[in-house]
């Protein structure tokens, strides 16, 4: 039986694709959530203001997708996306890698990191 996103499963449990909005921008991180939300697909959003507590989010959430920014107090988003890509049970998330400051060589980073998403925008 096929479910569509946003209706309870069987079990009661919440089928929801699930994304975590990790950024620094709690402006930021508050429009996309509601965006995301409220769209069609109801997506179920966590916002992580920090890589701690994005760490946290990672183990009790286990977001689908995680929408990082590059940039951040703390480990860079590269180094979150690393961690993400060692831990057996999260390697299979999808991150989405966002940055407001593409200066600096953050791009060619993004690009040339042996972690980095598989295609850059």
Same mark, same amino acid.
């Given at each position: 039986?096929? %479910?569509?996103?946003?209706?309870? +499963? ?14 620094? #921008? ?5 429009? *996309?959530?509601? !965006? %995301?939300? =409220? +769209?069609?697909d109801g997506? #179920?959003?966590? $916002?992580?203001?920090? $890589?701690? =507590? ?5 183990? /009790?959430?286990?977001?689908? !997708? ?8 703390? &480990?860079?988003? &590269? @180094? *979150? $996306?690393d961690r993400?890509?060692?831990?057996? /049970? %999260?390697? #299979? !998330?999808? *991150?989405?890698? %966002? ?12 690009? /040339? +990191?042996?972690? @980095?998403?598989?295609? &850059?925008?």
């Amino acid at each position: 039986m096929q %479910l569509r996103p946003g209706a309870p +499963s069987e079990g009661g449990r919440d089928s929801r694709p699930k994304i975590l909005i990790v950024d620094d #921008d709690a402006t930021f991180c508050a429009g *996309i959530r509601r !965006v %995301l939300s =409220e +769209s069609e697909d109801g997506f #179920d959003v966590r $916002c992580a203001a920090d $890589c701690f =507590e994005a760490g946290f989010q990672l183990g /009790t959430f286990r977001p689908d !997708v995680v929408i990082l920014d590059l940039v951040m107090p703390g &480990l860079s988003g &590269l @180094a *979150i $996306c690393d961690r993400i890509r060692r831990h057996a /049970t %999260l390697r #299979d !998330v999808k *991150i989405v890698v %966002l940055t407001g400051f593409p200066g600096g060589g953050n791009r060619e980073r993004a690009k /040339t +990191s042996p972690d @980095a998403p598989h295609e &850059l925008l």
